[in-house]
C-alpha cells in the first residue's frame, strides 16, 4: 500500500510534495466558497422572486377585495330581492293556515279544530262520559285522536317561533298530554269490557281467552286465563307473532296478560320548545341589515332547547326530556365537547345576513342540574330515541265471569274497575324474596328499520323515565324481527336505537330534477337516503340499505318537508340533528353565520345548479365552507370535471383553484376569477343566462321547502 503522502498509479506510487498539496487544498476550498456563494445569490433571487410573487398576489388580492367592497352593496341589495322569496314563502304558509282553519269551520263535520281550547275539551269530555265501547270502536275513535295530536304537533313545528307565543305552546303540549291520557283511559275501559266477556272468546283448543286486533296504529293482544292448566308454560299470539311465558304461580290465577303495542310513543315526556327573541339591528359598517336572535336564559329548573328546534322552521317537540348513560358511547372527544361548549356560550346572539329568516342557536348547551340526574342505566333520550312504539306488557286480574243456570245468565259486578295482578307479589314477608322472571318474545314493526340491535328498556313510571335495567336475557332474531327477553315483573317496554347511527354522514348531494324539481341525496354508514322536492312538497324516493330498497310504505307519498323528517326519524332513520347532537356526533364545526346563510343561498339557487359534499369542508376551518357547484340543466350525473369548488364565510365567496383530487388544503383563488358578497353572484359569474333565468323564476315555496331540508340535515356540519 502507499505511504502516507503517497499516491499510487501504474507501476509505482508518486509522492506528493507540500506545495502541491497546499495547492490541492486551495482549490478545493475556492471551489467550496464558489459554490456556497453560487448557492447564496440563488437563494436570494428565489426569495426575491417569491417576495415579488406574494407582492403581486396581495397586491391582486387588495385590488379584487376593494372591488368587491365598492359593489358590496349593490349585491346584497340585489341578493335581497332574491331573499324575498322566503317572506313570500311564510306568508303564504301563513295564508294556508288560515284558510285550512277556516275550511275546517266551514265544513261542520262535527270534529273539532285542536288549536281551539273550547273545542277539544269539549270533544273530550262528550267521549268521556260514554261508557262500555267496544275495543273495535276505541280503535277507530283512536285513529281520530292520533290525527288531532299530529295536527298539533305539526303546528308546534310549522309556526314560526316569533308567532307562537309561549302560552299557546303549553296549550297545544296540554292537550297532547291530555289527548293521550284519555285514549289510553279508553283502552283500559274496552280492556275490561272485554274481559267481562272473557268466556265467549274461549278458543276452542284450549279453552283460554284470546283476542287479537290489528290497526295501522295499534296491535292489541289480550289472553284470558279460563283454565288455569298448572302444565300452563307459555302462549304465542300467532296473528302477532308475539307470546309470553308466566311463572307456575301466575298460570294458575284468575289472571289475564294484554300485549298493547301502540305503534307510536306516547309515553316519553315532551320536550320543551325555546323562547326566540327577534331583534332587528343595522350596523354602520354593513349595508345590509342584520338579524340578531337570542336566547333569554329559562327560568331556573327548565330545560334550554327543545330535541329538535334547530332553526326557524324545524322546531320540534315530539322529542321528550328524560334520561341513559351508556356513556362509553359517546362518539366525541371530551377537549372537543369542551371546546364546543364554550363556542356554544358566546354564541348567545346568532347573526344572519339574511333579514327574513328566523334562526334558532346551532348548539344549545344542557343543563348542568340536568346531567346530574342522568345515572346508570338511564336512558339520555338526547342521545338515543324509541323506535317502533311502545308495547304495554300488563297482568290483569280476571273479573268474574257469567254462569249459566237453568235459564239466567248470572254475573258478579265489581264496581273497581280494571285491576292489575300484582307480580311479583307486594307482601313484607316476601321483600327480600325471589321470583321466576316473565319471559316476553315481540315482534318488531316492519314499518321500522332497526340498524343495530336494539337496547330493550322498561318504563319507570315514578321517575318518568327509561331504564335498561331488571331486563335480562335478552336474544336478537333481526332477520325475523323478533326479540326475546326476560323481566323480573310486568312492565311498558320499548326498543331503543342510538339517535345518531347516521351521523355523521358520508357524502350528499342536492341536484335539480327538473322545473321547481329537484334531487337530495344523503349517504351515511348504513343507508342511501334520496328525497325529492317538488314546490312545497317533498317525498321519500328511495331508502338503500344493504343494497335492498326498505320503507315502501314512505316511498312515494307527497308530504311536507316537516312531515318527511317526523315521518323518517319514526321509521328509525335518523338523518336530522338535534340541538344536543353536537355532544354525540363528531362535529365539523363551521359558524351559524357561515352555515345558515350557505343553505339559504343555496336553496336560492338550487333550481338550476347541483351542490356536494367536499373533502376540503373539514380542512377549511370553522369560518369557512367548502363545497361542489355545477351548473345543471340537463338530467344526466354530474360529471368530475364539471365540478367546482367553493368556499363561502357568509360574507365572501371566493372560487378555489384546488380540486377535490389535490394533494392539500389551499385558499388560493381560481384563475381569473373574483371575491363577491354573495354565494349568488360567484355562482353567477360562471353561470349561462337560461341559469340564472331559471332562477329567477323559481318558485319561493321551492325555495323554502329546499331551505327546510338543509337546515333539518345541516349537511355542512354532519358531514
Not at 60 to 72: N, P, S
Not at 211 to 218: A, E, L, P, T
Not at 285 to 305: H, R
Not at 590 to 601: F, G, I, S
Request: overall charge negative.
Amino acid at each position: 500500500p502507499p505511504g502516507r503522502g503517497e499516491m499510487s498509479g501504474g507501476s509505482g506510487g508518486k509522492k506528493l510534495s507540500k506545495a502541491e498539496r497546499l495547492k490541492l487544498q486551495k482549490e478545493e476550498e475556492d471551489r467550496r466558497l464558489l459554490e456556497e456563494e453560487e448557492a447564496r445569490l440563488r437563494a436570494e433571487q428565489e426569495e426575491a422572486e417569491r417576495l415579488e410573487k406574494d407582492r403581486i398576489l396581495q397586491e391582486e388580492r387588495e385590488r379584487l377585495e376593494a372591488k368587491d367592497q365598492e359593489r358590496r352593496g349593490t349585491e346584497v341589495a340585489e341578493l335581497h330581492s332574491l331573499e324575498e322569496n322566503f317572506s313570500w314563502a311564510r306568508q303564504l304558509k301563513a295564508d294556508y293556515r288560515a284558510h285550512a282553519k277556516w275550511e275546517h269551520y266551514m265544513q261542520c263535520d262535527g270534529s273539532p279544530d285542536p288549536a281551539v281550547p273550547q273545542e277539544i275539551n269539549t270533544f273530550m269530555s262528550l267521549w268521556q262520559e260514554n261508557k262500555n265501547e267496544d275495543i273495535e270502536f276505541v280503535i277507530e275513535k283512536g285513529n281520530q285522536v292520533l290525527n288531532l295530536i299530529e295536527k298539533l304537533c305539526f303546528l308546534l313545528l310549522d309556526t314560526p317561533p316569533n308567532e307562537l307565543m309561549e302560552k299557546v305552546i303549553i296549550q297545544y303540549q296540554e292537550s297532547i298530554l291530555e289527548l293521550q291520557s284519555l285514549l289510553h283511559q279508553k283502552y283500559n275501559e274496552a280492556t275490561e269490557n272485554l274481559l267481562k266477556k272473557a268466556s265467549t272468546y274461549a278458543d276452542s283448543d284450549s279453552g283460554n281467552m284470546e283476542v287479537v286486533i290489528k290497526d295501522k296504529n295499534i296491535t292489541f293482544c289480550i289472553w284470558g286465563n279460563l283454565k288455569k292448566n298448572p302444565r300452563f308454560k307459555n302462549h304465542m299470539f300467532c296473528d302477532a307473532e308475539s307470546g309470553f311465558d308466566l311463572p307456575k304461580t301466575v298460570a294458575t290465577s284468575d289472571v289475564a296478560v294484554r300485549i298493547l303495542h301502540t305503534h307510536y310513543d306516547h309515553i316519553s315526556p315532551l320536550q320543551h320548545i325555546p323562547k326566540l327573541h327577534l331583534k332587528v339591528q343595522a350596523p354602520e359598517s354593513k349595508p345590509e341589515l342584520t338579524v340578531l336572535y337570542d336566547m333569554k336564559e329559562e327560568k331556573e329548573g327548565e330545560q334550554k332547547g327543545g330535541e329538535d328546534s334547530n332553526f326557524v322552521i324545524e322546531k320540534e317537540s315530539d322529542g321528550r326530556k328524560s334520561a341513559i348513560s351508556f356513556k362509553d358511547s359517546t362518539k366525541i372527544d371530551p377537549d372537543e365537547n369542551e371546546k364546543l361548549e364554550e363556542e356554544s356560550d358566546k354564541k348567545s346572539e346568532i347573526v344572519s345576513t339574511f333579514s327574513g329568516v328566523q334562526v334558532a342557536p346551532l348548539q344549545v348547551a344542557t343543563d348542568e342540574k340536568e346531567e346530574e340526574i342522568i345515572g346508570e342505566n338511564v336512558v339520555d333520550l338526547h342521545q338515543f330515541t324509541p323506535v317502533g312504539g311502545v308495547y304495554l306488557i300488563d297482568a290483569l286480574k280476571l273479573p268474574p265471569q257469567a254462569k249459566q243456570i237453568k235459564n239466567w245468565t248470572m254475573v258478579e259486578l265489581l264496581d273497581a274497575g280494571l285491576e292489575t295482578y300484582p307480580y311479583p307479589p307486594e307482601s313484607e314477608e316476601t321483600e327480600d324474596a325471589t321470583y321466576p322472571c316473565i319471559g316476553v318474545t315481540l315482534r318488531l314493526l316492519d314499518s321500522v328499520i332497526f340498524f343495530e340491535e336494539p337496547v330493550v328498556a322498561r318504563w319507570d313510571s315514578a321517575d318518568k323515565q327509561w331504564r335498561t335495567d331488571c331486563i335480562s336475557d335478552i336474544k336478537y332474531k333481526m332477520k325475523e324481527k323478533q326479540i326475546s327477553f326476560d323481566m323480573n315483573a310486568f312492565y311498558t317496554i320499548t326498543l331503543i336505537q342510538d339517535a345518531h347511527l347516521n351521523m355523521p354522514y358520508q357524502s350528499w348531494e342536492l341536484r335539480p330534477n327538473g322545473t321547481d324539481e329537484l334531487l337530495f341525496t344523503v349517504v351515511t354508514a348504513f343507508a342511501e337516503v334520496q328525497m325529492q322536492i317538488k314546490g312545497n312538497q317533498c317525498m321519500l324516493s328511495s331508502i338503500i340499505v344493504d343494497g335492498s330498497e326498505q320503507l315502501s310504505h314512505l316511498t312515494g307519498k307527497w308530504t311536507s318537508p316537516i312531515d318527511l323528517t317526523v315521518a323518517l326519524k319514526k321509521a328509525g332513520v335518523n338523518i336530522f340533528p338535534s340541538d344536543y347532537s353536537y355532544k354525540y356526533v363528531c362535529v365539523n364545526t363551521k359558524t351559524p353565520l357561515a352555515e345558515v346563510t350557505t343553505y339559504q343561498q343555496m336553496a336560492l339557487v338550487a333550481s338550476a345548479f347541483a351542490f356536494s359534499w367536499s373533502k376540503w369542508n373539514l380542512a377549511s376551518g370553522q369560518d369557512q365552507v367548502v363545497f361542489k357547484v355545477s351548473e345543471y340543466l340537463k338530467t344526466d350525473a354530474v360529471k368530475d370535471e364539471d365540478w367546482s369548488l367553493y368556499m363561502f364565510n357568509g360574507q365572501r365567496a371566493q372560487r378555489l383553484k384546488i380540486s377535490e383530487t389535490s394533494e392539500a388544503f389551499s385558499e388560493e383563488l381560481a384563475e381569473n376569477t373574483e371575491f363577491h358578497s354573495t354565494l349568488y353572484h360567484l355562482i353567477k359569474d360562471f353561470a349561462s343566462e337560461e341559469a340564472i333565468e331559471k332562477v329567477k323564476k323559481t318558485s319561493c315555496l321551492f325555495i323554502d321547502a329546499t331551505y327546510q331540508l338543509l337546515m333539518a340535515t345541516r349537511v355542512l356540519t354532519y358531514s
